[in-house]
């Protein structure tokens, strides 16, 4: 009998918010441990939680974002459970009643393309997993572990915490972590997090269950707990997917449990078997009003709302015929994206427009943040100011706005190309002094004589020159061997110092070798 995975993900996210979800704390990573602390924070006795109005509207913001339900009334409710570095003994959530249910996330998965209405033909196909919910709780602190002791850090206690629960539709390893990267994506361009998983800001805990292929009943679920990388997520299921299908295929039971993954062996280790959720006590916080929002705050959530991605990308590629790989760009990096869409749209050749924006530009500005901070930049929309490689003195990184053109320039450009005004290799030189100097491109050429010669006698006679020059390969190329041409092309160029038109030269060549 053939198995199959069933898998589905808790993705927990922090959210971008100043202050802690309950108190006027920093929500700041990197300070000395227990300093952005209060009564609150540490649930000392006597206290009261005041929520983070940020805090529900980056919720409710995601749930747009993932095409969920607003309903009009959600609650808190305190879970009740002990660990060392939860300062309350309970942790604040929502639990049957939270402030975003029943959306979807789609994202490009597998092979093939695309079909359907405003979806290119080049796209690849669209998966759907299905959102359970999008609810509000608080992070816990951070326990470390020495070589006699422990300590605890209670900074991130209190933090603003979004837990985004998946229905079972997810089917491999593979699709698990894209799920999790169009999530991230989703979550980064909304503003909602930074989603950085070196400080702590997205966690996972994995459910996973196997079935007979053509079944629908759910085997038992083995969750798999905080998992701090995509790349974790893959290897723990590539073990765990093996080892439960093993496991019945020999005649044993799977139980519902928790394990959790270690990292450097590559394995899933058995923690504990699976509380329900009655094994929490859950029950409504007496301390917080439900949540009712009314149409105004709804409305001003909303318009917070940006494009999802991956209809950014089919946009991309409908409205301006780009290739896949152009549009993913631009997907991913949505300053650059709309840089680019802000010239392609009085452009006649969108494509030219990418090519010079991603080819050029992007490589360009990577090369000056590299040369300044040492570190070459993810994207061009991080925090403009990083530290050196050094870790000292922070640096000022270049961004779009410290272009020293104009988008127009490029449109310039672009047109003195198109019409052959300029050579290809001879507009590689106008853009780099375009991007020193900030001088229009039709000065450049004409400062620096970049003018494309396309005067038939001027070119006949250098063609001349090159052909008397070179008698083995123009009698080669008579003889039938057409790489020959490529040869005196070169030459041709070489001698008028690359002015001289390509076209031209090669009908001209051509026209004078002919037998």
């Given amino acids: 009998m053939e198995y199959e995975p069933v898998i589905g993900l808790e993705t927990h996210v922090q959210l971008k918010t100043k202050s802690k979800m309950w108190c006027g704390c920093a929500n700041a990573f990197g300070a000395e441990p227990n300093t952005n602390v209060c009564p609150v924070c540490l649930g000392l006795p006597g206290v009261l939680p005041v929520p983070n109005d940020e805090a529900l509207r980056l919720t409710v913001l995601t749930g747009y974002l993932l095409n969920c339900e607003i309903p009009r009334f959600a609650k808190f409710d305190r879970k009740s459970y002990f660990y060392p570095d939860m300062p309350k003994n309970y942790q604040i959530t929502q639990y049957d009643k939270p402030s975003t249910a029943n959306g979807y996330v789609e ?29 509000l709780e608080e992070d816990v602190g951070k326990s470390f572990h020495f070589e006699r002791n422990s300590g605890l850090d209670f900074n991130r206690a209190g933090v603003p915490l979004m837990e985004i629960v998946s229905e079972p539709d997810i089917t491999s390893a593979d699709m ?57 997520v893959r290897r723990a299921l590539e073990y765990e997917i093996p080892r439960q299908i093993e496991v019945v295929k020999k005649g044993g039971k799977l139980i519902q449990s928790t394990r959790r993954w270690d990292d450097d062996a590559g394995i899933t280790d058995e ?23 009314d149409e105004a705050w709804l409305a001003e959530v ?36 709309n840089y680019f869409e802000g010239i392609a749209k009085q452009a006649k050749n969108p494509k030219a427009v990418a090519n010079w924006v991603i080819n050029n530009l992007r490589a360009k500005m990577a090369g000056v943040n590299e040369r300044r901070t040492g570190i070459a930049p993810v994207s061009l929309e991080e925090d403009p100011v990083e530290k050196s490689e050094t ?33 290809s290799s001879a507009a590689q030189q106008v853009f780099a002094e375009m991007f020193d100097t900030g001088k229009a491109p039709a000065a450049i050429v004409q400062e620096k004589g970049l003018a494309q010669v396309s005067d038939t006698g001027a070119i006949e ?10 008698p083995g390969p123009a009698n080669d190329f008579k003889s039938g061997k057409a790489a020959a041409l490529n040869f005196l092309k070169g030459q041709v160029m070489k001698l008028s110092k690359g002015k001289a038109n390509p076209a031209l030269v090669g009908e001209i060549l051509e026209r004078k070798l002919k037998p």
Avoid: W
């Fill in 271 to 293: 923690m504990r078997t699976k509380e329900h959720a009655h094994d929490y006590r859950y029950f409504p916080d007496p301390d917080l009003m439900p949540l009712a929002p």
């Fill in 107 to 135: 994202f490009e998965f597998g092979s093939g393309t695309g079909s359907g209405a405003g979806v290119s033909p080049a796209s690849p196909p669209l998966a759907r997993v299905r959102i359970t919910r999008a609810h």
């Fill in 302 to 337: 909303k318009s917070r709302v940006v494009e999802l991605p991956v209809a950014r990308k089919q946009r991309f590629m409908l409205d301006y015929q780009l290739p896949a790989g152009d549009a993913e760009v631009f997907k991913s990096n949505v300053g650059l994206g």
């Fill in 391 to 423: 870790g000292a003195t922070p640096v000022l990184r270049m961004t779009l706005a410290d272009l020293r053109f104009q988008p127009a320039a490029l449109l310039e450009l672009i047109g003195l190309v198109e019409a052959k005004t300029i050579s």
């Fill in 461 to 470: 006679k250098f063609c001349d020159e090159v052909i008397a020059a070179n």
């Fill in 176 to 232: 698990a972590c894209e799920y999790l990267n169009a999530l991230k994506e989703i979550l980064v361009q909304g503003g909602v997090s930074d989603c950085d998983m070196e400080k702590g800001m997205v966690r996972c805990d994995v459910n996973v269950s196997v079935r007979p292929v053509g079944t629908k009943e759910l085997g038992a679920k083995i969750e798999i707990k905080n998992m701090n990388s995509f790349s974790g």
